[in-house]
């Protein structure tokens, strides 16, 4: 037989499926509270896994919402798993990562660079999204999270500077916002320096 968490799931995620030709929306505090519900009586190892699981079985339109409240609910349960749950997660629904990460970045400050990393590997073509959503979230961080998005995830580089600066050809150290400042408050020069080239013992301003 199954148990009374599994079929509260089962009609949670039926209920979910009947949304799939219509709008996105959130989801109502009962289904929120079915989620919580399934998530908190998971064995902790399992979160991971029953996360996934999860948001595999919602209905398309439904997967980021319903994303969101599992990744939320397992954090709650047990701050440890925010990494693993995000990756397997977003691996689960590689269009989630966005609003997952930040939703876990919001409520585990504290392992906000190992979360952009996990989202940034298991949605690489999302690397930039997701450094920008968690930087709404946690502004002080966006700095150290694009840096350690772009170790991760190399050839997101240039997207990830053009969105945090306007301007693709900046360099890691020099990570800026849109708001005309580099993340750590100084202005940026309005031109680029003149490139100087010489060879070696040769002082560049002479012939």
Known sequence: MKKPNEFALAAL?????????????????????????????????????????????SAK???????VAVVRAAIAKKPASAVSVVSSVVKAAPL???????????????????????????????????VAAIAEVNPKAEERVAKAV?????????KIRQRTSGNSQAGIGETYSSSGTRVDGSAFPSSAPPAAYASPGKDPGHN
């Open 13 to 57: 995620l039926a209920g979910l499926t009947c949304f799939a030709t219509t709008p996105a929306q959130a989801l109502t505090e009962k289904e929120v509270s079915a989620i919580n519900k399934t998530i908190k009586e998971a064995p902790a190892a399992d979160l991971p896994v029953k996360a996934a699981e999860m948001v595999t079985q």
């Open 150 to 158: 772009m170790l991760a995830v190399p050839q997101a580089q240039a």
């Open 61 to 67: 339109k439904e997967k980021e919402a319903v994303a």
């Open 96 to 130: 989630t990562a966005p609003a997952v990460a930040a939703a876990a970045a919001k409520l585990a400050p504290d392992q906000v660079e190992a979360i952009a990393t996990a989202a940034a590997l298991a949605a690489p073509e999302l690397a930039d999204k997701i």
